[in-house]
């Protein structure tokens, strides 16, 4: 089995700045994908960000400049540096890992971390 613990969320100022960690653990030795979404009250789960196993970034057009994430492999650890934030960024967080088994995507997720960013 794989588990995925978040931590680092909390409430923040805005144009504060907060760290969020994931880390997993489990049968799973590397995910050759890791990444952060997020959801508010009343709308809709969306991508914030991810990174490949080489690196790749991609990240949604709301967070860019303001929002970096990372990983260390050997702890198959993925983290969001989130500075300058918004009101708008307040959400629960979940972490995603995914990866792929003879051409069969399977997914994680963490259970997720409340973000509050105060006006």
């Known amino acids: 089995q794989v588990q995925l613990v978040e931590s680092g969320g909390g409430l923040v100022q805005a144009g504060g700045s907060l760290r969020l960690s994931c880390a997993a653990s489990g049968s799973i030795v590397s995910f050759n994908r890791m990444g952060w979404y997020r959801q508010a009250p009343g709308k809709q789960r969306e991508l914030v960000a991810h990174?490949?196993?080489?690196?790749?970034?991609n990240y949604v057009d709301s967070v860019k400049g303001r929002f970096t994430i990372s990983r260390d492999n050997a702890k198959n650890t993925v983290y969001l540096q989130m500075n300058s934030l918004k009101p708008e960024d307040t959400a629960v967080y979940y972490c995603?890992?995914?990866?792929?088994?003879?051409?069969?995507?399977?997914?994680?997720w963490g259970q997720g971390t409340q973000v509050t960013v105060s006006s």
């Open positions: 990174i490949t196993s080489g690196g790749t970034t």
């Open positions: 995603k890992a995914m990866v792929l088994v003879v051409g069969v995507k399977y997914d994680y």
